[in-house]
């Protein structure tokens, strides 16, 4: 069949999106129909699906010891810990279904989802490290998520084979790093983002290859610079003393200051290096990935997000993890050698094959299970043959076809679709769609989707974050007997002694706000998944709004550049856009 582009209306949102002539040959590539949705609703639909930071206490249904999970005990589901959820005691294959023609598949896929066992915590080869979870090879690290490799961290997540870092956000690579986002190979950091290959850093952005700057942006290769002026070592050492960023109130005047001065700078309409006929939002070491978040060393890929775990190639639309997945489709937490998995959560390791399944473990070729491990050639959790099983997937593919499941708002389901959102085993307010699409729990209930609040034990604050003392120098260790109120949130939150031990070595001020809200500070700061199609900013010799003097003169000459791109920054932000080819004339 010959395919060309086509537009289509969103069945969720009911806005146009197109699929092009590249999209219909991955489709068909894997039989698979073109989607109803449009991308940023599929991405939406299947962030509903992950529960990315939370924690809950719960019974284990097993022993009904107290457990922490990423599972809130509202959702009724029979939770345990992964060690028995592992074990010999019990089989997935017990709770078998037969399938039922005279039904909607989705709907029996939720009865099996609800009778089956579920692990509490994503966590894998974790060594002396308490309240982590979503996270492989971690080692005397403390609440920390979505990340790998790591040693003696704390307070982060996406924080990948990295060494003594606290309170980071999507970092590689990096030691003794603090309050950062999006960094690869930096030592000593400081309050710093986008930057990489870089050591001593205080309130910087984009800058490469530099070292001992502070509230600089777009260096290349540069040191002793503030506010990207340049100053002998001498001159350096002894102007960044006067900013007192030993000090509580150093670091708040110091944030104010580079962020005043990061808007006199440029950015580049897409933050990533190394990359190859890509677009995106921190996209970096890519070749062919398009539109797509937080990728690194992809390939090959469009729709994706969260994969940096590298390598991936030949997909679309998934979300979290990779480290070597394949032709997978509408998949979210499936990784570890994953191969031609689709419409599937939670399916590792070197899981092939599969559709419609949910915590799956080393199985292939099945279809709507839950649960299995080394298992083939199962559909709701019952054993077929081969030839048995081949025949009654396609059966059921039609049958979903014929009979779709409708959803509380009139959303049809048929083959080709993701899990509905109101199957969620998560709160959508503890999901990770609320980061990127946020919405009211009053609209959250009245589209059927579950909320559930996370419940804070009891703790007596004996002291305001107001009083703890301005520099790390006078603090006492009886700060670790005390419970502080967050200046933001006003919940109880403390000071810990690897926490304590660090600052002191980095001659940090103790936060003044609980994890939580530094959390959310230290996020706000990254893009959302939309693209938006803009014009450089570039207009010869200055940019658009006047702020922005260009240091040489540009190709295009003293003429308006006009280049047009896709990127992460909406037209109503105020950062200075330029394209790719203005930026590296201005920066190197």
């Known amino acids: 069949m010959e395919y060309k582009q086509e537009n289509k209306i969103c069945q969720n949102c009911k806005k146009d999106f197109t699929i ?4 219909f040959n991955f489709y068909e590539k894997i039989k698979v129909p073109p989607p109803t949705w449009c991308p940023e609703c599929r991405a939406q639909r299947r962030m509903v699906f992950r529960n990315e930071r939370k924690l809950f206490k719960v019974k284990d249904h097993f022993t009904g010891k107290d457990i922490f999970s990423m599972y809130p005990k509202e959702i009724g589901r029979k939770i345990v810990t992964k060690e028995e959820w592992l074990g010999d005691s019990w089989d997935a294959m017990e709770y078998r279904q037969d399938y039922d023609f005279s039904r909607p598949f989705f709907q029996q896929l939720i009865e099996l989802d609800r009778k089956v066992p579920i692990y509490s915590l994503n ?5 002396n490290s308490p309240y982590v979870f979503n996270v492989t090879a971690v080692k005397n690290c403390y ?7 790591s040693e003696d961290c704390m307070y982060g997540n996406a924080v990948d084979s990295c060494k003594d870092c606290v309170d980071n956000s999507h970092i590689n690579q990096s030691e003794r790093c603090y309050e950062c986002f999006w960094l690869r190979h930096c030592y000593q950091c400081y309050f710093t983002i986008m930057c990489a290959d870089s050591r001593n850093l205080w309130f910087c952005r984009d800058c490469l290859g530099c070292n001992d700057c502070f509230s600089c942006a777009n260096l290349r290769k540069s040191s002793y610079c503030i506010f990207n002026k340049q100053y002998t070592k001498e001159e350096y050492e002894e102007k960044i003393k006067s900013f007192n960023l030993n000090s509580q109130m150093g670091i708040v005047k110091a944030r104010e200051q580079a962020r005043n001065f990061w808007k006199t700078q440029i950015t580049r309409h897409q933050q990533g290096v190394k990359n190859l006929n890509s677009t995106g939002s921190y996209v970096t070491d890519c070749k062919n990935v398009n539109d797509c978040f937080l990728i690194r060393e992809g390939e090959n890929m469009r729709y994706c997000q969260y994969l940096q775990v590298p390598a991936n190639k030949d997909n679309y639309d998934v979300t979290n993890w990779g480290e070597y997945i394949e032709l997978c489709y509408e998949v979210i937490d499936c990784g570890d050698n994953s191969y031609n998995n689709k419409f599937s959560r939670n399916c590792w390791p070197a899981c092939r094959n599969v559709e419609y399944s949910m915590s799956l473990f080393s199985s292939s070729d099945c279809f709507g299970c839950v649960g299995l491990k080394k298992k083939q ?3 709701l959790n019952k054993q077929y043959t081969k030839e048995e099983y081949e025949k009654m997937v396609e059966k059921i593919k039609r049958h979903m076809n014929e009979m779709p499941y409708i959803d509380s708002q009139g959303l049809i389901y048929k083959y080709g679709e993701f899990f509905p959102i109101e199957f969620s085993p998560f709160g959508y307010n503890n999901s990770l769609a609320i980061q990127h699409f946020p919405i009211e729990k009053e609209e959250a209930l009245k589209k ?13 604050i004996t002291k305001k974050a107001s009083e703890l003392f301005d520099s790390i120098e006078d603090v006492s260790d009886d700060i670790l007997k005390e419970v502080f109120e967050c200046q933001n949130c006003k919940k109880p939150y403390r000071i810990l002694e690897n926490e304590l031990i660090f600052l002191r070595k980095e ?8 994890s939580e809200c530094r959390h959310e500070r230290r996020i706000s700061d990254r893009l959302k998944l939309k693209l938006y199609e803009r014009v450089c900013m570039c207009t010869g010799v200055q940019d658009e709004t006047g702020v922005y003097k260009n240091t040489i003169k540009h190709i295009h000459g003293n003429e308006p550049c006009g280049e047009v791109f ?3 920054y909406s037209p109503d932000r105020p950062e200075i856009v330029y394209c790719e080819k203005c930026y590296q004339q201005e920066v190197y």
């Open 507 to 514: 001659k940090l001020p103790a936060p003044q706000v609980c």
């Open 377 to 379: 050639y199962c559909i």
């Open 448 to 460: 059927n989707y579950d909320w559930i609040e996370v419940s804070h034990g009891e703790y007596k």
């Open 20 to 23: 092009e002539l590249e999209d």
């Open 123 to 127: 966590i894998i080869r974790v060594v």
């Open 143 to 149: 609440l920390l998520v979505n990340s790998n490799s």
């Open 566 to 568: 896709k990127t992460g």
